[in-house]
T-cell receptor, first 112, second 117 residues
Framework: SQTIHQWPATLVQPVGSPLSLECTVEGTSNPNLYWYRQAAGRGLQLLFYSVGIGQISSEVPQNLSASRPQDRQFILSSKKLLLSDSGFYLC???????????FGDGTRLSIL | AQKITQTQPGMFVQEKEAVTLDCTYDTSDQSYGLFWYKQPSSGEMIFLIYQGSYDEQNATEGRYSLNFQKARKSANLVISASQLGDSAMYFCAMREPYGGSQGNLIFGKGTKLSVKP
């Protein structure tokens, strides 16, 4: 069966520091991969999605970036974090665009 | 532009009773998909149920059913025989159509369901 792993579970970072969140999927090939952010008490906002290695599409302008160095690995990065980057970050995968998305456990990011 | 509206910020239901969580959507596309997700306090998003716009029958998954009224553009989630473990945030989402992003979901703001013993 397919599983998705996301780490770390929680992260506290100072303003201006770099960021790297990792997400990996097991048990499937060539999944669609997604990064979402959820502000406190709000719904999810799509940040990036990828349909294949090296293929990244950005949905909102921001100081974050994403990379997909391997088929089942999706990384969310930043060179310099802002206070507004605080939130709950969720990685998700789907087999095709029509299939449901399945989410990782999320990373709670706090910027001090 | 597509939009998802969940008008109930919070709902209470007595254990073992049924509850309906409202969701309306706005789209001019003929082909779309509707999803419901559950988010417990621990944070993970759990897929519950899916309804395609061309599906003639309402989707059901165990105690979850989706009351799909296409003309009214509503996709309400019905949870039967509520359990204490059903207490969580519930999000309605719509898949963007072709020509846009690859299956990206647009989420509503959610409804917090609290099940009372």
């Amino acid at each position: 069966s397919q599983t998705i792993h996301q780490w770390p579970a929680t992260l506290v970072q100072p303003v201006g520091s770099p960021l790297s969140l990792e997400c990996t999927v097991e048990g499937t090939s060539n999944p669609n991969l997604y990064w979402y952010r959820q502000a406190a008490g709000r719904g999810l906002q799509l940040l990036f999605y990828s349909v294949g290695i090296g293929q990244i599409s950005s949905e909102v302008p921001q100081n974050l970036s994403a990379s997909r160095p391997q088929d089942r690995q999706f990384i969310l990065s930043s060179k310099k974090l802002l206070l507004s980057d605080s939130g709950f970050y969720l990685c998700a995968w789907s087999a095709t665009r029509n299939q449901p998305q399945h989410f990782g456990d999320g990373t709670r990011l706090s910027i001090l | 532009a597509q939009k998802i509206t969940q008008t109930q910020p919070g709902m209470f239901v007595q254990e073992k009773e049924a509850v309906t969580l409202d969701c309306t959507y706005d789209t001019s596309d003929q082909s779309y998909g509707l999803f419901w997700y559950k988010q417990p306090s621990s944070g993970e998003m759990i897929f519950l149920i899916y309804q395609g716009s061309y599906d003639e029958q309402n989707a059901t998954e165990g105690r979850y059913s989706l009351n799909f009224q296409k003309a009214r553009k509503s996709a309400n989630l019905v949870i039967s025989a509520s359990q204490l473990g059903d207490s969580a945030m519930y999000f309605c989402a719509m898949r963007e159509p072709y020509g846009g992003s690859q299956g990206n979901l647009i989420f509503g703001k959610g409804t917090k369901l609290s099940v009372k013993p």
